[in-house]
């Protein structure tokens, strides 16, 4: 597993410990973006490949490909 990798796994945990409700990886050599969104205690995740991403906790913040 890279250090990255590990590095993502650890954050999530303890974000979901925390219960914070949205995160984002941004993976610029790839392109894309990973969003986190708790619910339910846990996170659910979901890839944005191209078009506008927005935040469902901060108004008004959002990423474009």
Known sequence: M???ATR???KKVVYEKYKVPEY???IPELL???I???ENDRY???TELEG???STVID???GQR
Do not use: A, P, R
């Open 8 to 10: 993502y796994k650890v």
């Open 60 to 62: 008004g913040l959002h």
């Open 24 to 26: 984002w990886i941004v």
């Open 32 to 34: 894309t973006v990973e």
């Open 36 to 38: 986190f969104i708790i």
């Open 2 to 4: 890279s250090l990255n």
């Open 44 to 46: 659910h995740s979901f």
């Open 52 to 54: 506008v991403v927005n």
